[in-house]
């Protein structure tokens, strides 16, 4: 490149026109808001994001579908509709993931730092990054609900009654997107943050109502299965989305997939902050 | 009053053992000027420039930037202070117009001024042609570029450059320096830290040497290498082995011991033609064939040797060839507290 020519006047130090008028809850909010912007602009450009928030469900579905669901049988509704609460709770845990890494690669690439001298919020950084990926997961199930309509799911209760499952299931999603924040924050890497998510992940994924119905495991597994936070999320939209087909139509499924969605997010939100003012 | 005072700085980092980053560092900047923090990897200048920034709070001692306190008024002194680092601290997913902006908001700059500022800044520092791709396309020269640039979308009176040119080529490095003593000549003050003496010598009215978390010396570049008052007469001979029986036989010369690079052997001195001439009689009973000699006025890497025992860039690059694996990706706190 040619030797720069810079006019000093053009980078005088002027007169400050940030204006710290306003409400702080106000630029709480706008930080918070360009945050999630910008991480909303990042992830469209890295394809692996793409690729394991898009492709990877929808692949779970047809595996669902078809590879595995000739097999399974639960009593009194079709295997494709009994699936798809799963595949929703299924995706957006693995996306939960996906805010550890982010934040991981923020505070190993400096970007935090840089941050923490910026006179913005200091909540902006968790907030703009767990209401993107909150975003990201709206766009997903969405998604998710195209290919199943496409491989024969029909909700059984009302449009009505299927957004409130959906909702269930993406505020679920929020709350576990802060406790996967306190991952991202202490982890040394962001290959590590990944690593370390999994084995939270997956016994909750997994072993849960999710793909099969928790009767069909040995009777210890079951007793963490039919309690565990995720199942109650999955066994609460699904009532929503198909009618009760087991229990009788109750909304106490719901109300407890709430608590424990309120709950999860009481506790791990201040932990993940506390983790983050620590982080400089 | 100084646009900078930090008074005895102290920072521990605990870990599998715990490092004593600062152990009491005081330092002042006058407004308008570029103060040199000077040392090698690890001496705890990152550490400084992160109490300053905010981003760290201190174990003990207090800093003020403009006559705020960077602890109980951080929000405010964050509104005076532009920070860039060695690190270039970027998303390099958007582009270097939607990384200026994105500053510029989380300045809570207006919106009109934040969409000139930036690309006004992308014109002034080269960037217009790559405005609009991802930073990933960018060389490294480009990113600290752009690094700067967002450092300096709030026109901040206070600007904390960390280690600005390390790892960059010599024509960036120029480049950077032209910028930095524009930005000086327009009326920021600026603190950079360095490992280059080079670099602290062209650009900073005045140097503070830090080692091991302390302040070993301070001075206008002038001062510094006045204060060892004497000249180095550097002797080249046949070959290293060479060198070292050389030293031995001029060490009673000289106040210090001679310092032998390769096929190099250097005497400060103060009376350096008397010297000379008894050192070149002294190798000739010895048969040694002396195949350079010169008289110089000592460096700052002569300063730095005689204040720390070791040459600045020796320990920088030993320290970052232990550290290289991290390049990029480490936080400031274990690359400081590697020592």
Redesign the interface.
């Known amino acids: 490149?040619?030797?720069?020519t810079?006019?000093?006047?053009?980078?005088?130090?002027?007169r400050?026109?940030?204006?710290?008028g306003g409400s702080r809850l106000r630029?709480a909010l706008?930080?918070a808001g360009?945050?999630t912007?910008?991480n909303l602009?990042?992830?469209t450009?890295?394809p692996d994001a793409i690729f394991f928030s898009s492709v990877q469900p929808i692949m779970f579905v047809l595996l669902f579908r078809y590879v595995f669901g000739g097999v399974i049988h639960v009593p009194g509704v079709t295997y494709v509709n009994y699936l798809m609460a799963g595949v929703f709770v299924q995706t957006v845990m693995f996306g939960a993931v996906s805010t550890s890494v982010g934040l991981a690669e923020d505070?190993?690439?400096?970007?935090i730092?840089?941050?923490?001298?910026?006179?913005?919020a200091r909540s902006?950084v968790l907030a703009g990054r767990t209401t993107a990926d909150l975003v990201r997961n709206v766009g997903v199930v969405l998604l998710i609900t195209a290919v199943g309509y496409l491989v024969g799911f029909r909700v059984q209760t009302s449009p009505l009654s299927f957004v409130a499952g959906l909702l269930l299931i993406l505020f679920f999603a929020y709350a576990v997107s802060w406790g996967f924040a306190i991952i991202g924050l202490s982890a040394s890497?962001s290959e590590t943050a990944q690593l370390a998510a999994f084995p939270v992940l997956f016994p909750l994924t997994f072993a849960s109502s999710a793909f099969v119905p928790v009767t069909s495991m040995p009777g210890w597994l079951q007793a963490f299965a039919i309690h565990q936070p995720v199942s109650q999320v999955i066994d609460a939209s699904r009532e929503l989305m198909l009618g009760g087909h087991s229990n009788l139509w109750s909304m106490s499924d719901v109300w407890q997939s709430l608590s424990w969605s309120a709950g999860i997010l009481v506790v791990v939100a201040p932990i993940a902050v506390w983790r983050y003012r620590r982080?400089? | 009053m100084n646009a900078v005072e930090a008074r005895d700085l102290v920072k521990e980092f605990s870990g599998k053992r715990t490092v004593r980053a600062l152990d009491g560092v005081s330092i002042d900047v006058r407004p308008g000027s570029i103060l040199g923090l000077l040392g090698p990897n690890g001496a705890g200048k990152t550490t400084v420039v992160r109490i300053l920034s905010t981003v760290l709070v201190p174990d003990a001692g207090h800093a003020r930037v403009l006559g705020h306190d960077v602890v109980r008024e951080a929000d405010i002194v964050r509104r005076l202070i532009g920070l860039a680092g060695q690190y270039a601290a970027v998303d390099e997913n958007l582009t270097g117009r939607e990384n200026l902006r994105m500053v510029g908001r989380l300045t809570h700059l207006p919106k009109k001024i934040t969409l000139e500022r930036s690309d006004t800044l992308l014109e002034q520092f080269g960037l217009s042609d790559a405005a609009n791709r991802t930073l990933k396309t960018y060389s490294g020269g480009m990113r600290r570029r752009l690094d700067l640039a967002a450092a300096l979308v709030g026109r901040p009176p206070i600007l904390f450059l960390d280690e600005p040119t390390t790892g960059l080529d010599p024509q960036s490095r120029q480049d950077l320096w032209v910028v930095i003593e524009g930005l000086v000549r327009a009326g920021t003050t600026v603190l950079l830290t360095t490992q280059y003496l080079e670099e602290a010598d062209r650009l900073a009215d005045r140097i503070v040497v830090v080692d091991h978390g302390r302040v070993i010396a301070e001075g206008t570049p002038a001062e510094l290498k006045a204060d060892l008052g004497t000249t180095v007469i550097s002797l080249t001979v046949p070959d290293s082995a060479t060198a070292r029986s050389v030293a031995a036989i001029l060490s009673p010369l000289a106040p210090r011991p001679p310092v032998i690079d390769d096929a190099t052997v250097e005497l400060t001195v103060e009376e350096a033609p008397r010297v000379a001439a008894e050192a070149l009689r002294a190798l000739d009973q010895h048969g040694v064939t002396v195949v350079g000699l010169t008289l110089r006025e000592p460096s700052l890497d002569d300063v730095f040797l005689r204040l720390t025992g070791h040459r600045a860039e020796e320990v920088a690059e030993v320290a970052s060839g232990a550290t290289s694996s991290d390049e990029g990706g480490t936080p400031s706190h274990d690359r400081e507290g590697r020592r």
């Open positions: 490149m040619t030797a720069l810079v006019d000093p006047a053009l980078l005088a130090p002027g400050r026109e940030s204006h710290p630029w706008s930080d360009t945050v912007w910008r602009i990042s992830y450009r890295i505070l190993h690439k400096g970007l730092e840089r941050f923490h001298a910026l006179p913005m902006a890497n982080t400089a």
